[in-house]
């Protein structure tokens, strides 16, 4: 059975940092590509970062370019989102997602809650 | 950004009736190869999104029939044919064919 289990959300104040966590069972991780999606309370999704299955590659949204970074130990199945100067905005449910192909996420987790105020 | 626009916001629909959401790209999602990264999500109250149609047309495995998929380049079409209580939630769908990936506002599918 797939699972990809976050961890590692919080509270945490404005300019602060956090490292969220994921990891994945049931499948070969170093084959797919994983991403990180967000939503923030009572709003849609939002597409945050995206690594290849060797980490060799990684896209972010412009809006955490430059403070997020996104990367996986391919060797401990786990996949991290260290997000620095944190902002009010970046309050969200952040979920992990393995990606089916060209962002058709065939899986998710259950989400982590960060907080930043 | 491709930006993606669904309509209607909110869909309410009697059980056992046909629900249609809209979705419109402001580019064209048919990638290089000539596939159209084109998914369809639900995401039902208080859980994670689920995949329900990829690559415009193409069914998840344990969703039920009612539910289709359908369109072309910048305009796609999800269909659920005889809704039921447990298809209440939210419907994104979202493009895969141009980086950043973006998702449309959602669809909240209600009962009447």
């Known amino acids: 059975e797939v699972q990809l289990v976050e961890s590692g959300g919080g509270l945490v104040q404005p300019g602060g940092s956090l490292r969220v966590s994921c990891v994945v069972s049931?499948?070969?991780?170093?084959?797919?590509?994983m991403s990180w999606v967000r939503q923030a309370p009572g709003k849609g999704l939002e597409w945050v970062a995206h690594?290849?299955?060797?980490?060799?590659?990684?896209y972010y949204v412009d809006s955490v370019k430059g403070r997020f970074t996104i990367s996986r130990d391919n060797g401990k199945n786990s996949l991290y989102l260290q997000m620095n100067s944190l902002r009010a905005d970046d309050t969200a449910v952040y979920y992990c997602?393995?990606?089916?192909?060209?962002?058709?996420?065939?899986?998710w987790g259950q989400g982590t809650l960060v907080t930043v105020s | 950004d491709v930006v993606m626009t669904q309509s209607p916001l909110s869909l309410p629909v009697t059980l056992g009736q046909s629900a249609s959401f809209s979705c419109r790209s402001s580019?064209?999602?048919?990638?290089?190869?000539?596939?159209?990264?084109l998914t369809w999500f639900q995401q039902r109250p208080g859980q994670s999104p689920r995949r329900l149609i990829y690559?415009?047309?193409n069914r998840d495995s344990g969703v039920p029939d009612r539910f289709s998929g359908s369109g072309s380049g910048t305009d796609f079409t999800l269909i659920i044919s005889r809704v039921e209580a447990e298809d209440v939630g939210i419907y994104y769908c979202?493009?895969?064919?141009?980086?950043?990936?973006?998702f449309g506002q959602g669809t909240k599918l209600e009962i009447k």
């Open positions: 997602a393995r990606d089916g192909g060209w962002g058709a996420v065939d899986f």
């Open positions: 049931g499948f070969n991780f170093n084959v797919y590509w």
């Open positions: 690594i290849k299955n060797d980490g060799s590659e990684d």
């Open positions: 580019q064209s999602l048919v990638y290089i190869d000539g596939n159209t990264h």
């Open positions: 690559k415009v047309s």
């Open positions: 979202m493009q895969g064919t141009h980086w950043p990936y973006t």
